[in-house]
C-alpha cells in the first residue's frame, strides 16, 4: 500500500469544496466499516458475484 507525505501540504490551504470532499470520505468509510461488521455473509456473497462476472468479463472479450 503507497504511502502519502501530508507534510508537503501542511501550509496549503484548502478549497471548502475539497474539504466537503474529504469528509465525505471519512463518512462513507464509517458506513463501509460498519456494514462489514454487521452484514459480512452479504458482503461475501456480493464479493463472490463479483469474482465470478469479473471472471466472465475477462473470458469473453467483446
Known sequence: MKTF???LYESTL???EII???AQIHEHKGKQEL???QK???L???VEIAKIQ???CSSNPK
Do not use: C, G, K, R
Request: aromatic share 14%; glycine share 0%.
Open 54 to 56: 469479473s471472471i466472465e
Open 20 to 22: 466537503n470532499l474529504l
Open 14 to 16: 484548502w478549497d471548502s
Open 44 to 46: 461475501d456473497t456480493l
Open 5 to 7: 507525505n501530508y507534510s
Open 40 to 42: 459480512p455473509a452479504v
Open 35 to 37: 456494514f462489514i461488521q
